[in-house]
């Protein structure tokens, strides 16, 4: 869950992001930029990353900040789940990803689970939309939300992706280990609930 502090790191740098968009005056300007900076040390003290990545990390956010979108696919074949080994932790998740600009959510991970899989799906239902900080994930510098769409194979194959080195179908109680900046296994659960009672409306914090 959510941690005190990162609630307030996160607080800050989207208060001082809010004032350093909107605001004119210089000695504000200086304010917000100090405000953030003191976001930066609060990241750098309780979770080890360098202060530098932190600080180029907030400074690429532009502009009033709000919640991004985290999308992931449930595409199910003979009561296992389509799960992905990524390259960065060699660890296992959902297929999907941050959404692109210009693209739906359905249209999202329909390109995600192509380009991780191999496999040429359709979305067919949304399950979820969850807040990550309302679930078991580590700590994350900003505030995600993940959208979890069910989908059906209608083509491809297994293959590899640019980020991804294994393409497998897990059943519930055999789960890999996960990766859980992506996806936790009380997620994947409430997903096999979607598998067993199809008539399931869609979850949502």
Not at 72 to 95: C, T, Y
């Amino acid at each position: 869950m959510s941690l005190k502090w990162l609630e307030w790191a996160k607080r800050i740098q989207s208060l001082s992001q809010s004032g350093l968009t909107f605001s004119k005056d210089v000695f504000d300007l200086e304010r917000f930029e100090e405000l953030r900076q003191i976001s930066v040390e609060i990241m750098e003290e309780h979770t080890g990353v360098e202060m530098q990545k932190i600080k180029d990390l907030f400074a690429a956010e532009k502009g009033y900040q709000t919640p991004k979108m985290d999308v992931r696919g449930a595409v199910f074949h003979q009561g296992k789940i389509l799960m992905v080994r990524e390259n960065i932790d060699n660890k296992w998740s959902l297929p999907g990803g941050f959404c692109d600009v210009g693209l739906s959510p359905a249209e999202n991970i329909a390109k995600e689970i192509q380009e991780e899989s191999g496999f040429v799906v359709v979305p067919t239902k949304m399950l979820a939309l969850l807040d990550m900080n309302k679930h078991p994930h580590p700590p994350q510098p900003f505030h995600y939300y993940k959208l979890f769409i069910q989908c059906e194979i209608v083509g491809g194959e297994a293959t590899n992706g640019v980020e991804t080195k294994g393409v497998e179908f897990f059943p519930e109680d055999g789960l890999p280990e996960l990766s859980v900046n992506r996806n936790v296994e009380s997620q994947l659960q409430l997903l096999f609930e979607f598998e067993r009672n199809p008539t399931k409306p869609t979850v949502f914090d």
